[in-house]
């Protein structure tokens, strides 16, 4: 086939997304209530939650209708292109077919933005007229305060600091939508002050940046509380991504042998992956699902598969999950987006029972492919995205020394145009790679809850 970018007509965009909760042969644990340690009822995250999402996070239907209203804003960028990576197949020598999903093209820079519009419409539907929500490197930030401008809400984002530094123009991009940057830990919040007051110099994580927004969105009764991953109804808004690939792949008579994605919370891997975990549990489709993270934060490699809290504070409900402990806190590595130390419980499940499988790499080899990459597509990708680009590489290596043909389809969560700081670091040889040793990860998980 000789295509190299695959196209949808609006037409055959996808007009629902697809819940795998309708088909995974095991379901993860229920969450539980922070304090009682009993599974959570829907009455326990209304205060942050409008229902419509409550309901989508443990339903069991497998086609949810896309309203019409989030339809015709996907429709600005969507359907992503699908490429085919015809000149890094030439570059790797490999008799391998490589596709890419460009989520990059949306007007937030990455695949946040499909899950974004989502929860603010149904904020906005259920009368809510501010959202509060944390971000690390700041697509999740930036993606909200665009979805939230679409449908005129107030955004404040509490941005973890060592990016609030670092990556500058992500905050002035939320600005732009006229949303409101908070660098966390804040003295805003009794549970930035608190970590504050123990280490005032505190460069902030994740988990503590999802105390803060949690604490103001339950304070405030306008408010509610936004998250751009983990959650399952984020994995259920990412299916269009995968939906639309699989229909690309259509087109051109293809199907991957092999879907990648990084993974941080594991939404866009869920994104892409879960279509073809449709084929391949009801099916039996014989396709490999491969979620890639960094060695200095391998949740799904080297995590433990239990209960643990999403946030630092312990005030979110405990999920089950692999989870390095919400005490981990990972090295500076430059892929902000994948610091979390837990992850999807949808996707740690299918990890658990191998229906997906999961590998770690080191950013220097990550910015390695991620130059690689650029030089032959053009593209600049995100040191997230790079993960992937990395994977795909080491399958078309692997297909060469096989001598096989093998179609291998990957999603470039997002572009790094707005982080051309870490590609300066990655040229100028002063990247480290981290292995995670083996004794703090002990430390991180002896602080588990116990349950
Ligand atoms: C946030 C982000 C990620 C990680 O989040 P997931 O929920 O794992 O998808 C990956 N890539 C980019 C570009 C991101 O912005």
Redesign the pocket.
Known sequence: MSETKILLTEKEMPKKWYNIQADMPNLPKPPLHPVTKQPIVPEDLSPIFPMELIKQETSRERWIEIPEEVQKIYKIWRPSPLIRARRLEKALDTPARIYYKH?GVSPA????LNTAVAQAYYNKVAGIKRLATET??G??GVALSQACNFFGLQCTVYMVKVSYQQKPYRRTMMQIFGADCIASPSNKTSAGRQVLEKDPESLGSLGMAISEACEDAVSREDTNYAL???LNH?TLH?SVLGLEAREQLAKVDAYPDVVI?????????A?IAFPFAYDKIVKGAKVRLVAAEPSACPTLTRGYFGYDFGDVAGFTPLLWMYTLGKEFMPPGIHSG??RYHGD?PLVSQLVHDGIAEARAYGQTAVFQSAVLFAKSECFVP?P??SHAIHCAVEEALAAREAGESRTILFNL??HGMLDLPSYEDFLAGKLEDYQLPEDSLKEALAQLPQI
Request: with cysteine; aromatic share 6%; proline share 0%.
């Open positions: 989520e820079g990455s695949h946040k690390g490197a697509q999740w751009g991953s983990v984020v990412q994605a990084c993974c941080g919370g594991g939404t866009n891997f994104g987006g994948l999807s995100a997230e995205s969560s997002g």
